[in-house]
């Protein structure tokens, strides 16, 4: 006969100890001497788990308090849905009722989130195929889905959670959703303002009311962080001009019945602003107070800027960073003056204790090999503590590429008050590309390409890539690697071999074809952190495949010189780039100069391009931006600069609103054949797209060109040189930089070849 011991069930768990005591009192038995434990009931859940949470084995006295913490043990397991005890003479029976299992979890009308992304964040938090099917981390699932519709404006989403039994004690768990409409920011208020007028202030939020490109940038969904980060920049935007005590009092967002429109009232109190009387250093500066007056950037008789209070005190814990002193205090104390609205700044310094780098370690680089961040570092162990070394450092391990974020920690030593450790954090982010794409431009048509790319191959920092692009007029196959630690010094080693066919566009007519194959070594040695010379050399082919309306000057070098041509190019160039972005730049310069010497074959020239780029920011919004290149090329021994070493000019990337390619000289039969000489001019103003915020993905710009190609023969003639003025559009597509312009032609000349409108992929300037 079976006594039923102790039995405790799932709908009961919230109150585990009470029932418990209740269940002894109910079936208090006397104690036995347990002969065997059985266990009935399981499915998928095996007995040795059973055995393991029992506190007690065959042999031991069961008692009511051993029972009590069995049920409490095996509930804990979060396993079964119900745990009872019985006996049956001497014979424990252990008898459980399993959860069911989830079998699958699904969603249904999600539209805002991608499937994959919320299975994956129900598996974080435990609701997943194959474990134990729990309804308290369901509903906890629902009000999460719910809260990240929240954050994407849609209040008014609804979620209904099924689950359905299936065979062998199994769920299949369904989250249906009814999204609904994105609430979407109908006013936004100011209120105490003075100084400024309110739309001047709401212009400086990234959050708006929408305009027609809303559903391009989303700046009319309300969300909790970018309200608090425009709230930042209202604060900021007061403190750098003069209003020390400005102050946000309160925010208020209100919502209406139907969840779809949001208003948001800011109330400020801008206070009196003050102008600086005078800057005072107080502490200990190292006898180098002269040094750190040099740093200050705060003018009395200007309006105070918190901006520039923050810049002096950051420059001045940094140079006490390059002597050694690691823990260095600089802090800032205004004294106000409220009768005249003046304020004194103090700025305190205390150095504390120097320190010397005693172990640099790396963190995050699951892939990349510890030395390729470890070679890049300026700041070395067992050296004393450099503030410009370490910020240099991160710098040049973040411009590797290979990582989304690299951050550098300095940890105290314990026990050792003069010593640091320096923890590189690094996060890596997937460096191998597989490209398949099409382009289409309006001088090139339809081009298709594939590219394979690893930046980072096995982790050891080298770049291996495969290129082929089947541009109609431009066909390409390249495959190039680069060591860019060649030598321990920083000697970058790159081998090109490539093959590349050029025909004539299909407005200028004609069949011929420019056929040329060869391959190349280049180093670069880096001279400065921001400076880098290239040299090297190679071999290259040259055909020159005759068709129809091939120009005469084409026919006349291959009749000389053979179809054929052979040269042996030396190669030598520099670069310096200190660009905010290589992509949208918005301050910084770039600088290249290439050149090359042909010292053997059939082809003796020299040929060199140099070019300038500069951006200049007017303000957050606004930048100019300047382009300027000039390329020269010379035959030697006595011969003509090659042809197929001409330079073109025309279209996007030079002159606009002229065809691509068709400035400079022309054949009897009107062809291009471009020059030894080039010169490009260009302006551009450059700002964000009306409704896009401050998106630099998509910006416009107005600009004006200028520029021409010589021949070997022609002077440079400013007079000779064309130009246009224009507006475009610039777009960081998921294809690449995309670039739009209008053009119209402001000097040209008789037979030019006129195209207003022109786009391409991949084009800058």
Known sequence: MRKTINRLGVRTATAVAALALAANAAWALEPFKVQDIRVEGLQRVEPGTIFASLPMRVGDEYNDEKGAAAIRALF??????????????????????????????????????????????????????????????ADRAEQELKRQYINRSLYGAEVVTTVTPIERNRVNVTFTVTE???????????????????????GLFDQDTGGWLSWYTKSNRYSRAKLNADLETLRSYYLTRGYLEFRIDSTQVAISPDKQDISITVNVTEGPSYVVSGVKLE??????????????????????????????????????????????????????????????????????????????????????????????????????????????????????????????????VPGSPDQVDLVVNVQEKPTGSLQLGAGFSSAEKISLSFGIKQENVFGSGNYLGVDVNTSKYRRTLVFSTTDPYFTQDGVSRTLDLYYRTAKPYEDQGGNYELVTAGASVRFGVPFSETDTVFFGGGAEQTRIKAGTNIPASYLSYAEKFGSTSVSVP???????????????????????????????GDARYVRANYQ????????????????????????????????????????????????QGTLGPRDVTGASLGGPKKITLNAELIAPFPGAGNDRTLRWFTFVDAGNVYGEDEKWELSEMRASAGIGLSWISPLGPLRIAYAQPVRKFAGDRIQKLQFQIGTSF
């Not at 001497?90 to 991608?114: H, M, S």
């Open 283 to 412: 502490g200990n500066y190292l006898d180098r107070e002269d040094e750190f007056k040099s740093l200050v950037t705060i003018r009395p008789g200007e309006p105070y800027n918190a901006d520039r209070v923050a810049e002096t005190t950051k420059a001045f814990t940094d140079h006490f960073g390059n002597f050694g002193f690691a823990f260095a205090r600089v802090e800032s104390v205004p004294e106000v003056d409220r009768e005249h609205n003046r304020v004194a700044l103090v700025l305190r310094a205390e150095p504390s204790r120097r320190a010397y780098v005693r172990r640099i370690n790396v963190s995050g680089n699951n892939r990349t090999r510890d030395e390729v961040v470890r070679r890049e570092f300026r700041q070395f162990e067992a050296s004393w503590y450099d503030g410009d070394k370490i910020k240099l450092s991160r710098d040049r391990v973040d411009r590797l590429g290979y990582f989304t974020e690299v951050n550098v920690e300095t940890q105290e």
């Open 180 to 202: 609904g409409e994105p609430a979407k920011i109908k006013e936004i208020r100011i209120l105490g303002n003075q100084a400024f007028s309110e739309s001047t202030l709401k």
């Open 76 to 137: 804990a397991l979060g396993l079964f849905k119900d745990v009872r005890l019985e006996a049956s003479g001497n014979v424990l029976v252990v008898v459980v009722e399993e959860r069911p299992t989830v079998a699958d979890v699904d969603f249904a009308g999600t539209k805002e989130f991608d499937k994959d992304t919320l299975k994956k964040a129900m598996r974080d938090v435990g609701l997943t195929e194959g474990r134990p099917f729990d309804k308290a981390l």
């Open 612 to 659: 300038y780029q500069q951006y200049v920011p007017l303000n957050k919004q606004f930048t100019i931006a300047f382009n300027g290149e000039i390329g020269l090329g010379k035959g030697m021994n006595g011969r003509p600069f090659p042809v197929f070493k001409n330079f073109y000019s025309g279209g996007l990337g030079s002159v606009r609103g002229f065809d």
């Open 570 to 600: 030396l190669t030598i160039g520099w670069s310096r780039d200190d660009r905010d972005s290589a992509l949208a730049p918005n301050s910084g310069r770039y600088q290249r100069l290439n050149s090359e010497w042909s010292v053997a």
